[in-house]
């Protein structure tokens, strides 16, 4: 179905990595190594570092869990959490 999926948007970086994904658990790791760097490519992550924009992301996710895990410290944080959201 990745294959099939990556001929009809071959500029997917999703389809590419599941494509990826799957073809390392069938054992073909160097076929899934090109995929994942395929996708790589067309989302601009680099070897060395991340591009601002995921960087960005990155800060984003990371505010995120400490949020989250704020919320979970405790009985009392998690029902100001709720409170919050309604």
């Not at 500029?11 to 494509?19: Q, S, Y």
């Not at 998690?78 to 919050?84: G, H, Y």
């Amino acid at each position: 179905d990745y294959e099939k999926a990556h001929q009809l948007d071959p500029e997917d970086a999703t389809i590419l990595n599941n494509l990826g994904l799957a073809e390392q658990k069938l054992g073909y790791t160097a076929k899934a190594r090109q995929q994942f760097q395929k996708s790589n490519d067309l989302i601009g992550f680099k070897e060395e570092g991340l591009d601002v924009h995921a960087a960005e992301v990155d800060l984003s996710m990371r505010s995120k869990w400490q949020e989250m895990k704020k919320m979970m410290s405790s009985w009392q944080e998690f029902r100001r959490f709720l409170k919050d959201i309604f």
